[in-house]
């Protein structure tokens, strides 16, 4: 009975042994997004491609609000945020306001992204962050997820696009509106940060 009982704790014992190693290598292996920027930091800068082939870089903005939206035209959320997003960017035009979307979605092609930016009328820029380097960098995890940045490049908000509980419908908080507004009046936006939601960035393995 001795040699059954002792039989049995050992297989138990390297049951859960396998366990713990398959748990962590499983989460080992999913790819993470880095802490996110503090508000008030510094933006890290970026050299990025839009759909054009034209190169941007975060610092070359430097003087001016930009708005970053990380987005994918295959999620749904960031599809029923674009059409009010197209009239921010009408709407700032003329106040030295830049807009930047940052498709970091490791399947989408650039091909893929102008395709739908012609289709829908997206005007403002849309650049492929390859392999997510930059959600990574940034911390973003989902799309659509904003981030305003000021003149000196300082993050002032970060988070959700609006309070909308469905993709189609804007919501009764404007969150990146009422962000832009701030920045441009030199105040802190109310609020600062709100927690973003809507699908996940799809990362390559690393």
């Known amino acids: 009975m001795q040699k059954e009982a002792m039989r049995i704790g050992m297989a138990v014992g390297i049951f859960a042994l396998l366990g713990l190693a398959c748990w962590y290598l499983g989460f080992a292996g999913v790819p993470k997004a880095s802490a996110a920027v503090e508000l008030g930091a510094e933006m890290p800068n970026f050299a990025l491609k839009d759909v054009n082939g034209k190169e941007h870089t975060l610092e070359q903005y430097r003087g001016k609000v930009v708005v970053l939206d990380f987005c994918s ?24 306001v830049v807009f930047l979307g940052i498709d970091s979605h490791h399947q989408t092609t650039t091909e893929a992204i102008k395709k739908y930016a012609e289709e829908k009328g997206l005007t403002h820029p849309i650049l492929k962050d390859v392999n997510n380097e930059y959600a990574d960098a940034v911390g973003a995890k989902v799309t659509p997820e904003i981030f305003v940045i000021d003149k000196e490049g300082k993050l002032r908000y970060h988070g959700a696009f609006d309070n909308r509980t469905k993709p189609e419908e804007k919501g009764s908080e404007f969150y990146i509106k009422m962000a832009i507004d701030a920045v441009l009046a030199g105040k802190d936006p109310d609020p600062q940060q709100v927690k973003a939601w809507g699908c996940t960035i799809k990362r390559v393995s690393k």
């Open 73 to 96: 035209h295959e999620c749904p959320w960031s599809r029923g945020a674009d059409p009010h997003l197209a009239a921010l960017v009408k709407e700032y035009a003329d106040k030295g």
